[in-house]
Antibody
Framework: QITLKESGPQLVKPTQTLTLTCTFSGFSLSNNEVGVGWIRQSPGKALEWLAL???????RYTPSLRSRLTVTKDTSTNQVVLKLTNVDPVDTGTYYCAHLMMVTAFAFDVWGQGTMVTVSS | QSVLTQPPSASGTPGQRVTISCSGR????????VSWYQHLPGAAPKLLIF???QRPSGVPDRFSGSKSGTSASLAISGLQSEDEADYYCASWDDSLNGWVFGGGTKVTVL
């Protein structure tokens, strides 16, 4: 059974760097055809895809935030870390990590419960 | 402004059929598979449909998906009160080299 759980600060000040950790179980990010994505939802807004890391360390970022985002993985601890630099109040929202299935399908099949982040001074 | 276009709302009475559209471009829906997600308030999004018309195990067959050209649709038949939620379509976009989501459709059961 695949599970994912996000963790990180609930409150971050503007201009600081937000660091979120996704701890997962039930799969290995060293296996072929596996990925973990980050998606967020700002208050009253739609889901917004942010970043993706594949089993081979390849990464993808949403173009509008590429300069501020970094995603890394640690296969020994089954964790994926997302960093967002120079945060602003518009970055407030709930951040989700999700397992990307790539064999026989291409979709985020299991999601974490999400972690709420507020950017405020 | 989301890359994939969905109607902001849809509604129906219990038992009715509701259809949600998702309009995109060749670079996303036209050339890649589509997935649909159900998002209840306070809960994690749930995968409803993958590869435009496949249901994960455990998803009722009341939910069905289809794709034609650069558009996709999600249909909910036999609408139930527990279907009240936000629904999102998503696809890979070859031009943006990343995932794109629709703006979401809020389904209300009258």
């Amino acid at each position: 059974q695949i599970t994912l759980k996000e963790s990180g600060p609930q409150l971050v000040k503007p201009t600081q760097t937000l660091t979120l950790t996704c701890t997962f179980s039930g799969f290995s990010l060293s296996n072929n055809e596996v990925g973990v994505g980050w998606i967020r939802q700002s208050p009253g807004k739609a889901l917004e895809w942010l970043a993706l890391i594949y089993w081979d360390d390849d990464t993808r970022y949403t173009p509008s935030l590429r300069s501020r985002l970094t995603v890394t993985k640690d296969t020994s601890t089954n964790q994926v870390v997302l960093k967002l630099t120079n945060v602003d109040p518009v970055d407030t929202g709930t951040y989700y990590c999700a397992h990307l299935m790539m064999v026989t399908a291409f979709a985020f099949d299991v999601w974490g419960q999400g972690t709420m982040v507020t950017v405020s001074s | 402004q989301s890359v994939l276009t969905q109607p902001p709302s849809a509604s129906g009475t219990p038992g009715q059929r509701v259809t949600i559209s998702c309009s995109g471009r060749h670079s996303n829906i036209g050339n890649n598979v589509v997935s649909w997600y159900q998002h209840l308030p306070g809960a994690a999004p749930k995968l409803l449909i993958f590869n435009q018309d496949q249901r994960p195990s455990g998803v009722p067959d009341r939910f069905s998906g289809s794709k034609s050209g650069t558009s996709a649709s999600l249909a909910i038949s036999g609408l139930q009160s527990e279907d009240e939620a936000d629904y999102y379509c998503a696809s890979w976009d070859d031009s943006l080299n990343g995932w794109v989501f629709g703006g979401g459709t809020k389904v209300t059961v009258l």
